[in-house]
C-alpha cells in the first residue's frame, strides 16, 4: 500500500492534534519531517509520534524552505502562528506539495485569494483545519440538511463561551495582535462560524457587529457579537468570547427551520441536545433515539476530528477531489469574520464580498 510522505511545519500548541491525526492513518502516511525553531518542541513530537510507531525515522529543520528543497514530501501540515500561514501554504504549494493548513487560513481576504489561487494553479489540494465538520452530530446534521429534512431555514446561531485567561497570552508575545494572530473570533470561534455558514443554503451578504476588549491585555477583541443575513433573506447570530469565568463552558450551533429544530452542545459542538424534525417518526430517528444523555465531551476544546479531516485529504489526493474543508469553501468563514471587524471599526453595517485584513484594525481599541 502506497504511504504518503508527509511533515509538520509548527511544533506548538495545536501540533499534538497533528501527530495524533497521522497516528490515526498511519497505514495511508509516513511522519518523516518536522519542523520548528525549537528543538525542544520538535523532540516532544517525535517522541509521541514514535512511541505509536516504533521505529519510526522523523527529521528535524529549523527552516521550513531547507526542509522543502531537501525532502520529497507529498503533503504537510501547517501549524505556525497565524499570521505566517498564507506565506508558507504559497511557498510549499509552490513547490509542489499538498497543504493542509490550520485555522484561519489567512488574516486577509487577499491572502486567502491567492492561496486558492495557487493550489489552483500548481494542481494541488489545500485544505484548512476546521476539524469539528468531522464530529458525529455535525455529519448526520449535514445529512438532515442536505436532504431537506429541516425545511426551510429560517435562523441559526452559534455560540463559543470559553476562556482564554492570561497565562494563555503570555505563552506567546504574537497572540491577540492584529499583525500576527486576531482575536476571539478569529481563533477560537472560527469553527463555530464556519459551522454556521456551511449548515446554510447561501452565502452571507451583510453584517452588522459589535466587538469588545473586556479584559484581555491584548490588541484585538475578547468578545463579539453579529447578526448575518444571507442572501435568501435567513439570519444567522454570532456570540463568542474567551472571558468565561473560571474556565471552558460550551460551544454550540443551533438551526431553526419550517420543518426542524436541531440544537448540538457540549465542549465543542459535540453533543446532540436538541433533535426535532417533522419526519423523524417516519425515518426512525426520533429525539429520544438520537441524544445520548452519556455522551462525554472530548479532551480538549480540539475536538477528535483531526485524524478524519487528514483521511478525507488524503482521500482527495487519491481520488483527484476537493477535499471537504478545501481553500475556497474555508474562505467563507474568514470573510465573515473580516466582515465582522470591519462593521466594528467602521461603527455601521458591512457588505460583503470585501477587501480587508486584520492590519487594518490597529489602533480600534486604543485607550
Not at 118 to 135: E, S
Not at 303 to 308: R, S
Not at 338 to 358: N, R
Request: charged share 25%; proline share 3%; glycine share 8%.
Amino acid at each position: 500500500m502506497m504511504k504518503y510522505k508527509v511533515a509538520i511545519i509548527g511544533c506548538g500548541r495545536i501540533s499534538y492534534k497533528h501527530v495524533e491525526g497521522f497516528i490515526n492513518n498511519v497505514e495511508g502516511v509516513d511522519l518523516v519531517a518536522l519542523c520548528d525553531p525549537s528543538v525542544d518542541k520538535m523532540d516532544a513530537r517525535v517522541e509521541q509520534y514514535t512511541n505509536a510507531v516504533p521505529g519510526a525515522t522523523i527529521k528535524k529543520f529549523l527552516s521550513y524552505k531547507e526542509m522543502l528543497s531537501s525532502m520529497d514530501l507529498d503533503f504537510v501540515t501547517i501549524a505556525t502562528e497565524s499570521g505566517l500561514h498564507a506565506g508558507i501554504t504559497i511557498d510549499c504549494l509552490n513547490a509542489g506539495v499538498h497543504v493542509i493548513v490550520e485555522k484561519p487560513m489567512a488574516l486577509s481576504t487577499s491572502d486567502a485569494e491567492a492561496m486558492v489561487k495557487c493550489a489552483k494553479d500548481n494542481n494541488k489540494k489545500l485544505a484548512v483545519c476546521f476539524q469539528n465538520r468531522f464530529n458525529a452530530p455535525i455529519v448526520k446534521t449535514r445529512e438532515a440538511f442536505e436532504s431537506g429534512r429541516l425545511g426551510r431555514l429560517m435562523h441559526s446561531s452559534v455560540q463559543v463561551r470559553w476562556n482564554r485567561n492570561i497565562d494563555y497570552y503570555k505563552q506567546a508575545d504574537w497572540r491577540g495582535t492584529w499583525d500576527i494572530d486576531g482575536g476571539t473570533l478569529m481563533n477560537q470561534c472560527t469553527h463555530g462560524i464556519d459551522l454556521l455558514q456551511w449548515m446554510n443554503e447561501t452565502d452571507v451578504v451583510k453584517v452588522h457587529a459589535v466587538t469588545r476588549r473586556f479584559q484581555r491585555p491584548i490588541e484585538a477583541e475578547d468578545f463579539g457579537c453579529a447578526i448575518l443575513e444571507f442572501a435568501d433573506g435567513s439570519v444567522g447570530m454570532v456570540e463568542g468570547t474567551a472571558n468565561v469565568y473560571p474556565k471552558n463552558l460550551n460551544e454550540s450551533l443551533s438551526l431553526f427551520g419550517t420543518d426542524g429544530t436541531i440544537v448540538i452542545g457540549g465542549l465543542a459542538v459535540n453533543k446532540f441536545e436538541t433533535w426535532r424534525l417533522k419526519d423523524s417518526d417516519i425515518v426512525g430517528d426520533t429525539e429520544d433515539k438520537v441524544i445520548d444523555p452519556n455522551a462525554k465531551d472530548p479532551d480538549s476544546v480540539y475536538g477528535k476530528g483531526h485524524g478524519a479531516l487528514f483521511a478525507d485529504f488524503i482521500d482527495a489526493i487519491k481520488n483527484n477531489r476537493e477535499p471537504l474543508t478545501n481553500g475556497a469553501e474555508s474562505k467563507k468563514a474568514l470573510e465573515i469574520i473580516l466582515a465582522i471587524y470591519k462593521s466594528q471599526k467602521d461603527g455601521k453595517p458591512v457588505e460583503l464580498p470585501l477587501d480587508f485584513s486584520t492590519s487594518e484594525m490597529k489602533g480600534v481599541f486604543s485607550e
